[in-house]
């Protein structure tokens, strides 16, 4: 009887591992990586705006916390959520409407990122909202908020993330412990600006 009672202990045993550390059931691959897009713009960036030939026309400007900027000559316009491309166009067309533009060169230099912010909470040592220079992997922003309490959950951890065009906000599961081992690297998702870590 005791016999026969050793492999059922250690299936128990198996399966209460298993539990601690499940692999969650979603696609992440789906998800999109900032890294392959151009740069979108948002409140707090600081723009550097050239308009080749027309210093006075030029800017440095901040976006304001309702996404505006405001330019030489055409006022304000939104900024916040266009691409500096998608910006450029815009700069263009209003001044066209004032001045000739041919043979004049648009830049728009992005000097200071400072939209790209995402919170760390829960069990890790310093909770709260970081911005960086470079876009940040889960695994750098964990290190960021100094790593993990004692009593933290890493295989339990979530990223919560507003899709930019629903609104919606969509719950991905996170597994550290199978990031930490490498063995599903997928999971390590480059932040978006507005993402936000829980650590349970």
């Known amino acids: 009887m005791k016999r026969l009672c050793i492999p059922a202990v250690i299936l128990a045993l198996v ?33 550097d705006i050239n308009v080749w030939k027309n210093s006075e026309l030029s800017a440095r400007v901040l976006i304001r916390p309702d996404g505006t900027i405001t330019m030489p000559l055409i006022g304000d316009l939104h900024a916040a959520g266009k691409t500096p491309t998608e910006l450029k166009r815009e700069i263009e ?22 939209s790209y912010r995402f919170t760390v909470s829960g069990e890790v040592s310093r909770p709260g909202i970081f911005t960086s220079a470079y876009y940040v992997t889960v695994a750098e922003a964990i290190a960021l908020a100094g790593g993990f ?16 065009k629903t609104g919606q906000v969509r719950n991905i599961p996170i597994n550290y412990k199978l990031i930490e081992n490498g063995k599903r ?12 870590i829980y650590v349970p």
């Open 149 to 164: 309490s004692r009593f933290a959950e890493r295989e339990r951890l979530s990223l919560m993330r507003r899709d930019a």
């Open 93 to 114: 067309d209003r001044l066209t409407k004032y001045i000739k533009l041919e043979g004049t060169e648009i830049t728009i230099a992005v000097t200071n990122a400072a």
């Open 15 to 47: 399966c209460s591992a298993c539990g601690a550390a499940p692999i969650p059931n979603y696609d992440y691959s789906k998800e999109p990586d900032p890294r392959n897009s151009e740069y979108v713009l948002g409140v707090s960036d600081a723009l």
């Open 185 to 196: 690297m997928d999971m390590n998702l480059v932040l978006m600006p507005g993402d936000a």
